[in-house]
Structure formats: C-alpha cells, structure tokens
C-alpha cells in the first residue's frame, strides 16, 4: 500500500479482555516498529524489528505485551488481559533504511 | 537520565518570530537525529533529519547537530499559526538500531 496501515483505528475494550493490533507495514519495508502514546505524552518504544533479525523488544512493559511479525509483512500486537493504564494509542511505523520511518494513523485503545 | 530529553513546554512565540526547540541525548554514538511534527490527534510527521554536526536548512526550518555536546536543535524561521503543533526529537540509538522519541515540545504560535 501507499502507507502504514493500522487496524482497528479504533478499539474499546472491558478491563481483562485480550486485544489485537494489527500493521501493515509500506511494502518492501525491512524495519518495524511499534509506539504507544498516551494521552498529551510523548512515544513510548515498545518493539522493533528488522528484517530476519531477533526484534528488539526492550520496551515492552510487561509480559502482558507480546508481538510478532510474519517476515517483513504484516505485525500484530497483542495485549493480554488488558488494564486501563493500556489506554493509548498504539502507533506502527515501519523504515526502508533504518533512518526516516512512516508512521500509520495509529489504533486508539480504550480500556473500561 | 532520559535518552532523548526535551522541555515539553508550552513555547508561546508571536507570529513571524523565530521559535527554536532543543534536544539533548544520552547515547555518545548516535548518528541519525530526527525532527517530527505531531498535531493534535494526527501521526508525527517527518520535518527533517540530520546526520552530521552543523547545520541543515530546508524553507523555514533550520536543523543544528553538536555530537560533541549531544545537543541537537530546530529552528523556525517566520512562524505561523500553521506551526501551532508537538515537535518530537527523535535519536536512532546506533548500538541498538532503535529510534527513540522524546517527549515532545508544544509550540504555540500567538498571532
């Protein structure tokens, strides 16, 4: 596609619910990445991966947290027994040569 | 120490004036600097990166780099109320490969 592409753009979810963000990254992207922002907050690092590399998975925050990426395709990003702290909006961008890196519209999440 | 510390603002500069924003990092060996614009509710967007100390100019936007003092800085030239937005400084982290954000700077341009 033309950009990143995320979905759902918009999730609402009852506290202990499992989610599932998916990105879908510009085509021939070998970098991924994945942010979370809340609300009036800068980006918080969650994951990156690069092509066939083990991903970076530093920022997780727990093991609540997990991701995965079908080679240089498609991420999703899975939240486990969701809390209202995970309320955000979870930002995909992906990167051809590990510099500038496009960012899709994001999925915004709400826990209640 | 943060990676990537910014002043979050809010930077109130009158319309035409020139706004400068600062960013100071922690990872002696990074070599990509990015600036990103983020509007209420919308995706950062790419301004400008810089990769080498000095200067980098492109319109009205003024990217400076000093590794030496890990110190990286935007300037706007002739604001407008458009300019009105979050600007994030964002470090590639070279022994890690991974962009890190700071927390962003609100500008605020008065007419």
């Known amino acids: 596609g033309a950009g990143v592409s995320q979905s759902p753009s918009n999730k609402v979810t009852e506290k202990g619910k499992d989610v599932e963000l998916r990105c879908d990254p510009i085509?021939?992207?070998?970098?991924l990445y994945w942010y979370r922002q809340r609300l009036g907050q800068g980006l918080e690092f969650l994951i990156y991966?690069?092509?066939?590399?083990?991903?970076?998975k530093s920022g997780l925050p727990s093991d609540r947290f997990s991701a995965e990426r079908t080679g240089e395709s498609v991420s999703t990003l899975t939240i486990q027994r969701t809390q209202q702290e995970d309320s955000a909006v979870y930002l995909c961008?992906?990167?051809?040569?590990?510099?500038?890196?496009?960012f899709g519209e994001g999925s915004w999440l709400t826990v209640v | 120490q943060k990676e990537v510390e910014q002043n979050s603002g809010p930077l109130s500069v009158p319309e035409g004036a020139i706004a400068s924003l600062n960013c100071t990092y922690s990872d002696r060996v990074s070599q990509s600097f990015f600036w990103y614009r983020q509007y209420s509710g919308k995706s950062p967007e790419l301004i400008m990166s810089?990769?080498?100390?000095g200067d980098k100019e492109d319109g009205r936007f003024t990217a400076q780099l000093n590794k030496a003092s890990q110190y990286v800085s935007l300037l706007i030239r002739d604001s407008q109320p458009s300019d009105s937005a979050t600007y994030l400084c964002?470090?590639?982290?070279?022994?890690?490969?991974?962009?890190?954000f700071g927390s962003g700077t609100r500008l605020s341009i008065r007419p």
């Open positions: 810089i990769y080498s100390n």
């Open positions: 961008a992906s990167s051809l040569d590990r510099n500038t890196i496009y």
């Open positions: 085509s021939g992207h070998t970098a």
């Open positions: 991966f690069q092509g066939n590399s083990a991903p970076d």
């Open positions: 964002a470090v590639e982290y070279s022994s890690a490969s991974k962009i890190i």
